[in-house]
């Protein structure tokens, strides 16, 4: 398996643009799971997935920021307008999620998308 | 809510010494608890977890970790280090959502 596979793997945009980060899960996985790496704040929870579904966004920082995943294999984190503070490393991450009783959560790392945003 | 407290963000050691990386959690529900690893501009890797059952838990490269439920402790240990181990280690506490250290930075020196 190739792994947690995510693009782009850099990225420079100006402020105000729209940022489009996409990340494809590993196969057989059942969730996905967005998070931010700063300095400041460390790794960060933004969202996940669940089965495709959005089941806890309350990491997502304003309505300037949202996610997608239309189907098991694609997801995307969007950032429309970008702002300088939004500069940061963004992993996306998948796990087997077992059910509600199915105990821990072990989550494989994509290598990261690093957002700088002039 | 959990939370978890790394408290030291930067550990300096020579290679082949001793190393002991300090992780202290909090949970008002079931304990799990891991320990990654992130080498520079890589994403993190799972080095072990503790589910349940036996409180000491080995992992990849040698590393292990003991689970102390009196003092709600998670630390990570390494008899002897070396320079390829230089990274960021980060322990993480939770079960659907994994809820992450700040991170110690370990500087293996020769």
Redesign the interface.
């Known amino acids: 398996d190739a792994g ?1 596979i995510q693009s782009p793997r850099h990225e420079v945009t100006e402020m105000g643009q729209e940022v489009t980060l996409r990340c494809k899960p590993i196969s057989g996985h059942n ?1 996905l ?1 967005w ?1 931010r790496q700063t300095m400041m704040r ?2 960060e ?1 933004l969202i ?1 997935f669940n089965n495709n579904v959005p ?2 966004d309350s990491g997502m920082p304003e309505d300037r920021f949202s996610a997608k995943m239309p189907n098991a294999s694609f997801s995307t984190l969007k950032i429309q307008p970008s702002e300088p503070r939004d500069s940061a490393v963004y ?1 996306c ?1 998948s796990s087997l ?1 077992l059910g509600a009783a199915g ?10 998308s690093r957002l700088t945003v002039l | 809510a959990q939370s978890v407290t790394q408290l030291d963000s930067q550990v300096p050691v020579f290679e082949e010494a001793p190393v002991e990386l300090r992780c202290n959690y909090s949970s008002s529900v ?1 304990v ?1 608890l ?1 320990w ?1 690893v992130q080498y520079p ?6 080095l072990l ?1 503790y ?1 349940s059952g036996s409180t000491l838990v080995k992992g990849i490269n040698g590393f292990e970790a003991e689970f102390n439920k009196s003092q709600t402790s998670f630390h990570l240990r390494k008899p002897s280090v070396h320079i390829s181990d230089t990274a960021e280690y ?1 322990c993480a506490v ?10 110690t930075r370990l500087l293996v020196s020769p």
């Open positions: 947690v969730s799971f998070y460390g790794l929870l996940y089941i806890d992993f991450a999620m105990g821990a959560n072990v989550l494989t790392f994509g290598a990261g | 079931s799990y891991f990654y501009n890589q994403g993190l890797q799972l977890k589910l980060f939770g079960a659907k959502k994994l809820v992450f250290g700040t991170g």
